[in-house]
């Protein structure tokens, strides 16, 4: 199965995001529905701050074209998989009301898969959700506010709370410095060294056709 059809999990469900608010001690929780890109992107609206869910960012500034260069999980069919995984990309265009168009391209063993879903906001600044593919909720852990952002999504599958943790950058290239505090923000969030993914680069799946 491809990165549409992945599902993830969170060792540490004491602090699980719920759809309208922040896990226990403000932490963020990625439940990627497939490869729920998009949800990690939609983190980059709320400000790099011990409360993630503090002031958003302009919106334009989360706008145009990223990529996902890291991951990190503890889903079975993720860790079977992990090391077949590359670069992905996704592209943001904010809607007139605010709430976001995420296109992603993501490199799968089957092929190149394309596809886009819309996420709306919750009312808590640098919160979203999306019910495409299943019901998803987002929010930031870390970011700068313009080159890269590192999210926790979460989404329920059978009453189970699933979660992922993203990095996504402007560039394919990331300084050895953002990469050491993705893995520490990994680390808190109980993934293994075994969970941890630096994705290679790849050239073959972009958007351009989307």
Not at 16 to 36: F, V, W
Not at 84 to 105: N, P
Not at 160 to 177: D, I
Request: positive net charge; hydrophobic residues 35%.
């Amino acid at each position: 199965m491809g990165w549409a059809g992945w599902r993830y999990k969170s060792s540490s469900p004491s602090t699980s995001l719920h759809p309208a608010g922040q896990g226990e001690g403000g932490s963020c929780r990625m439940r990627p529905l497939g490869l729920s890109l998009g949800l990690a992107l939609l983190c980059l609206l709320s400000t790099k701050a011990e409360d993630p869910g503090a002031a958003g960012l302009d919106k334009n500034k989360v706008a145009g074209q990223w990529h996902i260069v890291a991951l990190a999980s503890d889903s079975e069919s993720y860790l079977q998989k992990k090391d077949e995984l590359k670069m992905a990309m996704a592209k943001i265009v904010v809607l007139g009301e605010g709430d976001l168009k995420i296109s992603f391209a993501i490199p799968t063993p089957e092929g190149c898969k394309k596809f886009e879903s819309l996420y709306k906001q919750t009312g808590i600044p640098g919160q979203y959700y999306s019910t495409d593919r299943g019901n998803k909720t987002v929010q930031v852990v870390d970011t700068d506010g313009k080159t890269y952002a590192v999210v926790f999504a979460t989404r329920v599958k059978a009453g189970k709370p699933l979660h992922m943790l993203r990095l996504y950058s402007r560039t394919r290239e990331v300084s050895p410095e953002i990469t050491a505090q993705f893995k520490k923000l990994a680390k808190e969030k109980s993934f293994t060294d075994e969970m941890i993914r630096m994705l290679p680069r790849q050239e073959e799946c972009s958007l351009d056709e989307v």
